[in-house]
């Protein structure tokens, strides 16, 4: 058996590998619809699915992302890991999604990955975040819109209802924001797309 030593960074990479796992290369390739990543927005995520192919994908696609970071986190809180080290699993799972060794380091924008993740880490605040994502979502049909202001609200949200896991958040939070920096150029000159 692993000492902890050894397990809590086998965790962390194990966590990195399953965020790696390129769920939207996957589902379109099994259901004929051309690469993501050179359609669209050229971002392998659900809401690019939707754009290029169909909901059936788009859900899948979504489902999918979710459960590689609800199963990061799952082990982590299966093996007895502090609040530390599954918040660091959740960091490590997100930054798969982004920067996955299986996709040639082009992943997607990371939200359904991260609600994923806060799905075991903390669903109390994970219903905040999907309530304040499902309402802008709704309201202005600009995803990214709903994405940044879901990433912002997350670290004070962490310090009122999960202080234990406010610096991995906080972290998350920042790269999802950082993630949508062309998203943020083109809101700001009214050029963003519409779902």
């Known amino acids: 058996m692993l000492t902890d030593s050894l397990l809590e960074p086998a965790l962390i990479s194990l966590a990195y590998l399953l965020g790696s796992v390129p769920t939207a290369l996957l589902v379109c390739n099994s259901m004929g619809i051309a690469d993501p990543r050179q359609q ?35 082990i982590a809180i299966m093996t007895e ?10 960091l490590a799972a997100v930054l798969g999604h982004l920067f996955p060794m299986f ?9 359904a990955t991260f609600f994923g993740c806060m799905l075991l ?12 994502w499902l309402i802008l979502a709704g309201t202005t ?12 609200i997350t670290p004070l949200l962490a310090w009122w209802l999960a202080p234990e896991l406010l610096s991995p958040l ?8 950082a993630r949508h920096r062309l998203n943020l150029v083109r809101l700001f000159q009214g050029q963003e797309s519409r779902f």
Request: hydrophobic share 50%; aromatic share 4%; with cysteine.
């Open 170 to 177: 906080a972290l998350i939070a920042l790269l999802l924001i």
């Open 81 to 90: 890991q502090p609040s530390g080290i599954t918040g660091l699993c959740a």
């Open 141 to 152: 049909r600009i995803a990214s819109l709903a994405s940044v202001v879901m990433a912002l």
């Open 103 to 111: 996709g040639a380091y082009r992943g997607g924008k990371g939200i």
């Open 121 to 132: 880490l903390s669903w109390p605040l994970l219903l905040i975040q999907l309530s304040c």
């Open 40 to 74: 669209g927005s050229g971002n392998p995520g659900a809401t690019n699915v939707l754009r290029i192919g169909n909901p059936v994908a788009a859900a899948l696609t979504f489902l999918g992302d979710s459960g590689k970071g609800a199963l990061a986190v799952s």
